[in-house]
């Protein structure tokens, strides 16, 4: 629709006095046909838009997953330097300086990861550095010389980076945010695979392996203590419970970070289907629940690891 300039119309006067009168006012079609312009044009821009708050949630619970791995990661080097101690003589223990490499390669994965997230509801601030992942996989195989090329290949994040940089360049529109999330749906997928079903699964038997020594170290000597340390054997069988305690909590922790992940891929999934005709109702109904359970993880996640 075409609106009229009104400042050409004939019967719009110069707007000061004039011999003393008022300057003349627009005839009423004008006006009407003007207040009309400006209504279609609003209902053309609400009608354009979808209120996205409950993506914006969904990132920001996610990053809150997102930010407790380090305290993942940390607790699970610190348990095994603990362990070291129990491991019998003549057995080679743990080799927790690798791990620590490795962690440092695998934090990076989940940086971009949680990054990329983040950004689809405009939480991340800057986009992590492109370089800081162009050579994770060489990094990754230095760390593990056993880690599979189907794994590696899961955790090519640069997909990702790239895309942070087009979310930010994109101004947050709604038309490129869907088409980003359609074309980096199946890197989010992969990712998320790998962060589960390597980085978390290694943590978690990393923790599984350290109680199981000290379990054995613990029976070993209570036993040998009992009969005529009673004072030191309940002392050790407290320091036993409490140790397990901690673990199964760790344990625990690493099994939220893995149902997060799952929770993350799914839900992309979802808006990656439904990226052609989003509204707001259907999004609350389906996104709704799972910012509640990522929420949950997190929380879940910072007690277990402090």
């Given at each position: 629709m075409i609106i009229p300039s009104v400042l050409g119309s004939p019967d719009y006067g110069l707007s000061h006095k004039r011999n003393g009168e008022e300057a003349s006012q627009p005839p009423w079609s004008i006006r009407r046909v003007t207040i009309l312009g400006y209504i279609l044009l609003?209902?053309?821009?609400?009608?354009?838009?979808?209120?996205?708050?409950?993506?914006?949630?969904?990132?920001?619970?996610?990053?809150?997953?997102?930010?407790?791995?380090?305290?993942?990661?940390?607790?699970?080097?610190?348990?095994?330097?603990?362990?070291?101690k129990f491991f019998p003589q003549g057995r080679t223990p743990i080799d927790c300086d690798r791990y620590v490499q490795l962690e440092s390669e695998l934090a990076k994965v989940n940086d971009v990861f949680f990054a990329y997230i983040a950004s689809l509801g405009k939480v991340a601030s800057v986009a992590p550095p492109k370089a800081a992942f162009s050579n994770v996989g060489t990094e990754l195989q230095q760390a593990d010389p056993q880690i599979t090329q189907a794994q590696l290949g899961q955790a090519k994040a640069a997909g990702l980076a790239d895309a942070l940089s087009k979310i930010v360049l994109s101004g947050y529109q709604q038309h490129t945010l869907a088409r980003i999330i359609n074309e980096n749906n199946s890197s989010v997928q992969a990712v998320a695979s790998f962060l589960s079903d390597y980085a978390a699964a290694r943590s978690g038997q990393v923790l599984y392996d350290s109680w199981t020594l000290e379990e054995q170290y613990c029976i070993s000597n209570r036993n040998q203590l009992s009969a005529t340390e009673p004072l030191a054997t309940k002392l050790l069988t407290w320091k036993c419970y409490e140790d397990k305690a901690k673990i199964?909590?760790?344990?625990?922790?690493?099994?939220?970070?893995?149902?997060?992940?799952?929770?993350?891929?799914?839900?992309?999934?979802?808006?990656?289907?439904?990226?052609?005709?989003?509204?707001?109702?259907?999004?609350?109904?389906?996104?709704?629940?799972q910012i509640s359970d990522l929420s949950a993880a997190a929380l879940a996640m910072q007690k277990a690891f402090q």
């Amino acid at each position: 629709m075409i609106i009229p300039s009104v400042l050409g119309s004939p019967d719009y006067g110069l707007s000061h006095k004039r011999n003393g009168e008022e300057a003349s006012q627009p005839p009423w079609s004008i006006r009407r046909v003007t207040i009309l312009g400006y209504i279609l044009l609003s209902i053309l821009a609400t009608a354009s838009c979808v209120d996205l708050t409950e993506i914006a949630q969904f990132a920001k619970s996610s990053q809150d997953v997102g930010n407790n791995y380090k305290r993942l990661a940390d607790d699970t080097v610190a348990t095994c330097h603990s362990a070291a101690k129990f491991f019998p003589q003549g057995r080679t223990p743990i080799d927790c300086d690798r791990y620590v490499q490795l962690e440092s390669e695998l934090a990076k994965v989940n940086d971009v990861f949680f990054a990329y997230i983040a950004s689809l509801g405009k939480v991340a601030s800057v986009a992590p550095p492109k370089a800081a992942f162009s050579n994770v996989g060489t990094e990754l195989q230095q760390a593990d010389p056993q880690i599979t090329q189907a794994q590696l290949g899961q955790a090519k994040a640069a997909g990702l980076a790239d895309a942070l940089s087009k979310i930010v360049l994109s101004g947050y529109q709604q038309h490129t945010l869907a088409r980003i999330i359609n074309e980096n749906n199946s890197s989010v997928q992969a990712v998320a695979s790998f962060l589960s079903d390597y980085a978390a699964a290694r943590s978690g038997q990393v923790l599984y392996d350290s109680w199981t020594l000290e379990e054995q170290y613990c029976i070993s000597n209570r036993n040998q203590l009992s009969a005529t340390e009673p004072l030191a054997t309940k002392l050790l069988t407290w320091k036993c419970y409490e140790d397990k305690a901690k673990i199964d909590a760790q344990i625990a922790g690493v099994e939220q970070y893995k149902k997060a992940l799952a929770t993350i891929a799914s839900t992309h999934k979802t808006l990656d289907k439904q990226r052609n005709a989003w509204s707001t109702k259907e999004l609350v109904q389906d996104i709704g629940p799972q910012i509640s359970d990522l929420s949950a993880a997190a929380l879940a996640m910072q007690k277990a690891f402090q």
